[in-house]
């Protein structure tokens, strides 16, 4: 037990369940300590916002969220909302939106940083929070926070629920406090008149080791003071209600005796007021699900739905807005809304328009739908995080479907999401032109970045696809593009290309720029092609399988020439086209070797070394070979302990050698003496005037990929020849400004 200490001013909470008449007590306190001399401040915490009505006689007072609604809090003038009550008393009322809508916790956060920053509190010695006690969200807890309240009274009645919402105010206050610090100051028994009333609320207090302060009788004198409206202490007479107020005041003035707080479970505060019997409670299933995954030497498992594995969890790439977002603008004719704040919006934009800038800067290819997506967002203000957010919202999605564009894809935030706005209602205002599709992603709360993708993507599908297209013979889907990445322009060109030559056709990409009516056709296709055998996207290939019956072509888009000419012969199968196949793959592959044969002088004869985390880099090595140059070694850091699977070439394998530190890719290195090192990890250190490039992580895809690294080794091994000849005519530094003219002259 700690005795109270006297800041200035001593800060009061009061907090009892709705209807439990807080209020009364708080408003006859804040006058009792008035007549005692104090100057008091009474702040109402309630969005009904009548906390003060008593002491205003009736008044109404505005309430700080309405006044600072559309105003600038910093230039707003707190003597709009203070009013002067009863004795002097300063009254406030924080106020909140209309029931159901936005997020009254939010509200209480707002008022009390525009008290704090306008100092108000600081003209009285004395402030009483009037806290409704049965929201239990972290805006409500805020006056328990220690930088507000000094001590907290609960008011309480017999009635279960009244205790019980008392018992859930001391969870919240230990959550702020732990089990020692002591800032509960007792209970204020407010009887309503009930049988063994005072049995039960005793019997709580002791066990929650806590003081009934005061003793609140059932009188007519309250209901008096209500049709008064005036304070039961400004009534004559009720001589037996005004002494238990100004004996509360008393005690609060004398500094009362605090507490730790120290809630009950909820089994032994049924078993103490309704007197049941004490059950042991039964293990919960998240518990049990926790204890079998911990005995299996594994993480519980993820909720359905979220991102994340039962043997990991791994850290989130970004919010699942920002993945959502980032699918959803490649329906290149839909109008995507995102309903956040315009940070959240500005931050999505930047990671959607980063690979289309990258795109033009560095390969002048323009991509429009990147730079500029079709992307609005419904800009959400504090006000709307408070009030909410759907009534701008749906003016926004009404007038995005009036233009008429092939969907309105509505995207929620984490403070959409947070404060409840129901962006599916929204779908109501769907046109036969124009679906309306709501995805709520909710920023960070429902996963992360992929999971926001994942998510996004089985909306569209389910909302747009149709199930009754009739299948065509020529044409394929191509399934799984990464969202952002840089290749996914020219591999597509490529691709569509060689599908010409063998009289095929692109149907559809998802989701890599298509339209609405094509995502709508997507069943058109009888064989659709994955971009990339992720573990995303094996998933989403699994769920199409299962939802729509779709096929796979047994192999994702494959990178490097022989690759591709062993994929296209199965694709020729598949649609019997195999002599133009044949055909376009023989020009293809005449046309790499002209290039590669173009490259020779400057690679033949060079040793290559090169280190992987276990990725399959034959299409490197066949690219390298190729070329005349020679494989001296291949480290593998094989950190997860997988099967090998960087070359299925024996000869390849021959060179291979696992390695689990830098210092034995060094002593490599330095042996070997390579002309060059491809290397993501250990580089330039490994020995002197090594040449270092790195392992294409994305590489081009189709017979594309090989010849751009082939070009960029023979202009590193050309560099490095000039710059031999030119040691010792002025030094290396020269070739800084050789980078500096390529990439900014
Ligand atoms: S995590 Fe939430 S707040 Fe942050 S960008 Fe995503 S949606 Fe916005």
């Known amino acids: 037990m700690e005795k109270i200490k006297t800041p200035q001013p001593l800060e009061i909470a009061v907090y009892g369940k709705g209807g439990i008449g807080k209020s009364t007590v708080s408003a006859n306190l804040s006058a009792a300590l008035a007549m005692a001399g104090s100057r008091v401040l009474q702040i109402g915490c309630d969005p009904k916002h009548d906390s003060t009505r008593l002491l205003t006689h009736g008044e109404l007072i505005p309430t700080v969220l309405d006044y600072l609604r559309g105003r600038d809090a910093a230039a707003a003038d707190p003597a709009e909302v203070l009013r002067e009550g009863a004795f002097g008393i300063g009254c406030i009322e924080a106020g909140g939106p209309r029931p159901g809508v936005g997020c009254a916790g939010r509200g209480i956060i707002t008022a009390f940083e525009f008290l704090d920053r306008h100092g108000v509190k600081e003209r009285y010695g004395l402030v009483i929070y009037d806290v409704l006690g049965d929201v239990v969200c972290g805006g409500f807890a805020v006056p328990v926070r220690r930088e507000y ?51 039960r609320v005793r019997r709580f207090a002791e066990a929650a080791g806590l003081p009934i302060v005061a ?52 089994e032994a505060l049924e078993s103490l007021v309704l007197g049941t019997e004490l059950r042991p409670s039964a293990p919960k299933a998240r518990e049990t699900a926790k204890a079998v995954a911990a005995a299996a030497g594994s993480a519980a498992p993820q909720p359905a739905g ?12 970004g919010c699942a807005f ?17 309903h956040s704040p315009r940070a959240c919006a500005f931050y999505t934009w930047q990671n959607i328009s980063s690979p289309g800038r990258k795109n033009l800067f560095n390969r002048g290819i323009l991509m429009p739908s990147a730079i500029s997506p079709h992307f609005e967002c419904s800009d959400m203000t504090h006000a709307e995080a408070v009030f909410g957010g759907m009534e701008k919202l749906r003016a926004q999605v009404s007038e995005a479907v009036a233009r008429k564009p092939g969907a309105v894809v509505v995207i929620s935030s984490c403070v959409s999401g947070i404060i409840g706005d129901d962006i599916r209602s929204l779908e109501a205002l769907s046109t036969p032109e124009t679906p309306v599709i709501a995805v709520p992603a909710d920023g960070d709360i429902t996963g992360d970045y992929s999971a926001g993708i994942r998510d996004c993507l089985h909306i569209l599908c389910e909302k747009l696809i149709d199930r009754d297209a009739k299948p065509e013979s020529d044409c394929v889907n191509l399934v799984g593009e990464l969202a952002i990445s840089y290749n996914n322009e020219p591999n597509v060109r490529s691709l569509r290309r060689l599908l010409e030559a063998m009289g ?19 069943l058109k296709a009888p064989l659709n092609i994955l971009d990339s055998e992720s573990a995303d996207n094996l998933a989403l290939r699994d769920w199409l399988t299962e939802r729509y019956g779709c096929r796979f072509h047994p192999r994702p888009l494959p990178v490097g020439p022989a690759a591709t000419a062993a994929w296209l012969t199965e694709l020729a199968e598949f649609y019997g086209c195999r002599e133009r196949a044949e055909a376009l793959i023989a020009r293809e592959m005449a046309d790499y070797r002209a290039a590669v044969n173009a490259l020779r002088p400057a690679l033949e004869g060079k040793t290559l070394a090169l280190t ?5 880099v034959d299409w490197l090595i066949g690219a390298a070979r190729d070329a005349g140059m020679r494989l001296g070694w291949i480290g593998v850091m094989n950190y997860l302990r997988t099967p090998l699977r960087v070359s299925r070439d024996p000869e390849v394998l021959a060179v291979t ?21 491809l290397t993501n990890y250990a580089g330039g ?33 050309r560099e490095r020849e000039k710059l031999g000849k030119r040691q010792g005519k002025g030094g290396a530094w020269r070739d800084d400004e050789a980078l500096f003219e390529k990439y900014f002259a």
Request: proline share 5%; with cysteine; glycine share 8%.
């Open 215 to 266: 003793d609140v009788p059932r009188s007519d004198a309250f209901s008096q003071a209500e049709e008064a409206r005036r304070t039961l202490m400004e009534l004559p007479g009720c001589g037996e209600e005004k002494a238990v107020f100004s004996g509360l005041a008393q005690h609060v003035l004398r500094g009362p005796a605090l507490y730790p707080a120290r809630p009950l479970t909820d």
């Open 504 to 522: 095929l056709r692109l149907n559809c990409r998802l989701l890599g720029d298509a339209t609405c009516e094509e995502l709508r056709g997507f």
């Open 149 to 199: 309240a000094d001590a907290i009274f609960l008011v309480t009645s017999g009635e279960y629920m009244a205790i019980y919402a008392a018992n859930n105010i001391l969870r919240g206050i230990r959550n702020f406090d732990g089990d020692e610090h002591a800032r509960v100051a007792g209970i204020i028994l407010n009887r309503r008149s009930l049988t063994d009333e005072e049995g």
């Open 306 to 317: 979220k991102a994340g594995s039962a043997l990991s969890r791994p850290p989130l790439y």
């Open 657 to 677: 050698e696992e390695v689990s530190s830098a210092g034995r890719i060094r002593e490599k290195v330095q042996a070997l003496k390579p002309d060059l090192l």
């Open 685 to 717: 250190e490994a020995a002197e005037g090594l040449l270092t490039d790195a392992v294409p992580s994305s590489p081009l895809a189709l017979f594309g990929s090989a010849i751009p690294v082939l070009e960029r080794w023979a202009a590193l091994l």
């Open 322 to 338: 920002n993945g959502a977002a980032t699918a959803a603008v490649h329906l290149t004719d839909a109008l995507v809304i995102a």
């Open 612 to 616: 992987t985390i276990n990725d399959d």
